[in-house]
């Protein structure tokens, strides 16, 4: 009897257990679909569609960069491994199909046949009414058009229905390249006006939710924190028609799962895996994976020089030289960056950044610039570093540590949530730090501008002052803007010199970007906002 | 019955009260400023500044707390900057998905830890009694994360038999019109098959994970509860009697073992709903956990308190609904608040 009941039991159990699971098995109209239909798998997705908004955060550029057109774009050059590299210096059409540069001003031809995805034609009103929008609305965008000194809505002009003209405020080499970035897409503005507010008056809140644009793709579907789905726009006229017809974009927060995905075939394409699986997927061939360097990118270790011991010239190259440079490179990295440091010695300063210092791990040295400046035994302190990024920042922070120690140097390490790290920044008080700056446009004096310039920016996080760099940035500035070749190189080399010398900041390597795709996948192409841009993607 | 049921509501409104301000300080206390981070990564001062406005985060506290009280009387929980959806709607989608998700999970663990617990109990020191010790103790030892990624790697990366760990359906699926927000249910109701076997097919693992890891206080109290029975006289007078075991286990013994076991499966079902943050990360599953979680790595204020309002509501819910099944049980209990 009691055999029997056990028998039952244990049988319901099993029953209980057991439950379908079924492969799928594609219907002949679903495998049609999926050849049509890239699907991404990344761990984060937009919280905005529109660049313009607040807060809108970087997956928010991808979607932009694809559903909204510029006035201009970039040309595709080869780059590293042959890979398809956008062309600081070539410009092209986009929305334009005429650009005429003049001393002053920058005249716009429009096309004729481009088209909003509501079918209304895109008009040099609009355009003027989307520039005036993003130096006004404030954050983002209007910073970034002022770095190409584009301020005021004055400098936008409507010469006629099809003609735009942009005024100069004064002459900068960067203002062409900025109406390039992201942030000057143009805005259906009838649209975007009827669904405005008194207290909204750019209508940030319908664009928040829809892209009112006339680009390649619009957006069907989105689901925050889940999925973005994107159609292509079949009448798109700024460019070949994309051959991609759907984009299906699914956050995946797990990156083991994102590269099951990939490797079981289930997804076509991701980026921010971790650099082992990177290093792993590339060894084993069964994708693609792409890796290339951030253009205008550094991770750095920062030393707040208003404070001891840092304030010390010495302190600070002793710690360029106790940097575990090629540990970090092997070990965090896996060899997926370009090292920053070891040039030989004989070789001259180029006109170029980034460019390597001539540091390498040397302790001896370390130890007697550390005694010499009156540290033989060492000091403590913090190093810290935005927890955000912690797989490359916490293994990079162990290891200086341990070198650090050697000094007799004690260092604690200080993990500062995301949402904290840019306060943190701000308050300029952390006295050692890790991070990673990249700039948009690709110029050195961009980056030595917002990084190592006396006015004492956001990214100046060493609070660097030297009457000596300001005046090497600004004539750099002014050299580039009137075309003074030669006094231009000698400024660039200047600066990078003098940041070498006085290293309140220690480069340790050009980070690259890493996208895994499958084999099938072609037309990927590196931006300088490191986002995808569907409209070159195929899948064969 | 009803006035019970309304005089135990009207008890929760000051623990809800307190949930209300507590939450509102604990958000305001948490490191990181939310200005600094929605600024981007490019802002400068006067731009964080700018952001701190449009926010409304210049406001003295009390005005911040006033104006809090007051849309959430008018029903408006807020609206998310990390996603920039109303709180109240992202709630009412991703509801469903949890509570789908936890149920199932719940039952799946029923189903085996009821069962599993009454055996063991009525062979003690068998080999089932051992079977359940061991698989119950390594159930709950293993974090949820980590069986739920080992599942993944066994049974859809090496095997291949479940569908990729991808939400709720197949990416090439569409949803079913929202009827309950119960997908096994919405397809049902609208027919579409395959779309259930879908939706099935992905609940699977995530659902399984979370039963192993709440086997082990389930199986566990039904052993103890039905061994205290199974030793009482009056189970000793119905063998004596010549009841047959069946009868005398099923019958008599285990709906008198149940009680403890009811508090333990609401006990079970709240920390189900946080176990469901880590599953759901593991199964990119569109649930409020997860929502939570991503809000609160952004100091993104308004979700976060409405995860914490909502979870509050649901357990005075969960507690009322445990009171009334005791009554049900065991008609001794009487309902008295």
Redesign the interface.
Same mark, same amino acid.
């Given at each position: 009897m009691k055999r029997r009941d056990f028998l039952k039991s244990v049988s319901g159990i099993a029953a209980g257990a057991l439950a379908p699971t079924a492969p799928a098995i594609w219907s002949p109209a679903k495998a049609d679909a999926r050849s049509e239909t890239l699907l991404i798998v990344s761990e984060g997705g937009p919280n905005n569609l529109d660049i313009h908004g607040v807060g809108t955060n970087v997956p928010g550029y991808e979607v932009s960069w694809n559903c909204y057109d510029r006035l201009i774009s970039h040309e595709m050059k080869s780059g590293p491994g042959g890979v398809p590299y956008y062309d600081r210096d070539k410009f092209k059409p986009e929305l334009a199909e005429d650009i005429s540069v003049g001393d002053m001003s920058v005249t716009f031809r429009l096309r004729k046949d481009a088209k909003f995805h509501d079918g209304t034609p895109v008009t040099a009103k609009d355009v003027k009414w989307s520039l005036d929008r993003a130096v006004s609305v404030g954050g983002f965008p209007t910073f970034q058009m002022s770095a190409g000194s584009l301020t005021k809505p004055e400098q936008f002009v409507v010469v006629d229905d099809a003609t735009v003209r942009v005024d100069f405020l004064k002459k900068d080499r960067l203002t062409v390249p900025d109406l390039a970035v992201i942030v000057p897409c143009v805005v259906n503005s009838e649209l975007v006006k009827k669904n405005a507010s008194e207290k909204d008056p750019w209508g940030l809140e319908f664009t928040k939710q829809q892209t009112a644009g006339s680009g390649a793709y619009k957006v069907t579907k989105w689901t925050a924190g889940t999925e973005v789905v994107m159609e292509r726009n079949d009448a798109w006229a700024c460019g070949p028609m994309p051959k991609i017809r759907r984009v299906i974009w699914r956050m995946v927060p797990q990156a083991g799962n994102r590269r099951a995905l990939l490797e079981r075939g289930d997804a076509d394409i991701s980026y921010e895996l971790p650099f082992k699986d990177f290093q792993e997927m590339k060894a084993n061939g069964k994708l693609n994976v792409v890796s290339l360097p951030f253009s205008n990118g550094i991770q750095y270790i920062g030393m707040n020089v208003t404070k001891p011991p840092f304030d010390n010239l010495k302190v600070r190259q002793a710690m360029a030289y106790a940097m575990p440079y090629q540990k970090i490179m092997d070990a965090v990295l896996f060899g997926l960056a370009n090292p920053m440091f070891g040039a030989p010695k004989d070789r001259p300063t180029d006109v170029a950044w980034p460019q390597p210092t001539k540091y390498v791990t040397d302790m001896e040295k370390a130890k007697a610039l550390l005694a010499e400046a009156g540290y033989a035994n060492g000091f403590e302190t913090t190093i810290s570093f935005d927890l955000n990024f912690a797989g490359v920042n916490e293994p990079l922070c162990v290891l200086v540590q341990e070198s650090l120690a050697q000094l007799g140097i004690k260092t604690t390490i200080n993990k500062v949530p995301g949402a904290n790290w840019r306060t943190e920044l701000n308050k300029k008080e952390m006295p050692l730090f890790t991070n990673v700056f990249s700039g948009w446009l690709d110029y050195p004096e961009y980056f030595f501008y917002w990084c190592y310039h006396g006015n004492n920016s956001v990214f100046n996080t060493m609070s660097y002052k030297s009457p000596e760099m300001d005046k090497l940035i600004d004539g750099a500035r002014t050299a580039a803007a009137t075309g003074d070749t030669a006094a231009y190189d000698a400024d660039v080399k200047g600066f990078v010199d003098l940041a070498f010398a006085d290293i309140p900041r220690i480069p340790l390597y050009q980070p690259f970007v890493n996208v895994a795709m499958q084999k099938n996948v072609t037309g990927y192409e590196y931006w300088f906002h490191r986002r995808l841009d569907y409209r070159a993607m195929a899948k064969g | 019955m009803l006035a019970l049921i309304g005089k135990r509501l009207l008890f929760a409104i000051p623990s809800l009260i307190g949930v209300v301000i507590v939450t509102f300080l604990l958000t305001r206390a #948490?490191?990181?400023? @939310?200005a600094?981070? !929605?600024?981007?990564?490019?802002? *400068?001062?006067e731009?964080?500044e &700018?952001?701190r406005k449009?926010?409304g985060f210049d406001k003295p506290l009390i005005e911040q707390f006033f104006h809090y009280t007051n849309d959430l009387a008018h029903g408006d929980f807020g609206t $998310?900057? *990390?996603?920039? &959806?109303p709180v109240a709607v +992202?709630l009412r $989608?991703r509801l469903p998905a949890s509570a789908e998700l936890t149920l199932l999970g719940l039952v799946?663990s029923i189903?085996?830890a009821i @069962?599993?617990g =009454? #055996?063991a109990a009525t062979r003690p020191g068998s080999w089932?009694d051992h079977l359940c010790r061991v698989t119950t103790t390594a159930g709950v030892s293993l974090p949820v994360f980590f069986t739920g990624?080992v599942l =993944?790697?066994v %049974?859809? !990366?090496r095997l291949?038999?479940? @569908?990729? @760990?991808?939400?709720r359906l197949?990416? %090439?699926y569409t949803a079913p019109p929202t009827v309950t927000g119960f997908y096994l249910i919405d397809t049902l109701i609208a027919r579409d098959f395959e779309a259930f076997?879908?939706a099935? $097919?992905q609940l699977?693992l995530p659902a399984v994970t979370l039963a192993i890891f709440s086997l082990a206080p389930i199986a566990r109290m039904t052993r103890a509860s039905m061994l205290a029975v199974l030793a009482s006289d009056f189970v000793r007078t119905a063998r004596a009697s010549g009841l047959?075991?069946?009868k005398v286990i099923v019958t008599y013994a285990f709906r008198n073992a149940m009680l403890p076991v009811i508090t333990t499966l609401s006990m079970v079902f709240s920390f189900l709903l946080g176990a469901n943050v880590l599953v759901e990360? =593991? %199964?990119?599953w569109?649930g409020i956990g $997860?929502?939570a979680v +991503?809000a609160l790595?952004?100091?993104d204020f308004a979700p976060v308190q409405g995860f914490v309002l909502t979870m509050a509501v649901m357990y005075v819910l969960l507690n009322l609904l445990i009171d009334i099944l005791y009554g049900v049980i065991d008609p001794r209990v009487r309902l008295e608040g």
């Open positions: - | #948490l490191p990181g400023d @939310p600094a981070y !929605f600024a981007g990564p490019a802002a *400068t001062k731009a964080v &700018q952001i449009k926010l $998310s900057l *990390t996603t920039g &959806q +992202e $989608s799946v189903v085996i @069962p599993l =009454v #055996l089932i990624l =993944v790697y %049974f859809y !990366f291949g038999w479940s @569908p990729a @760990p991808l939400g197949d990416v %090439f076997r879908s099935l $097919s699977i047959s075991p069946g990360k =593991v %199964f990119a569109p $997860s929502y +991503e790595i952004a100091s």
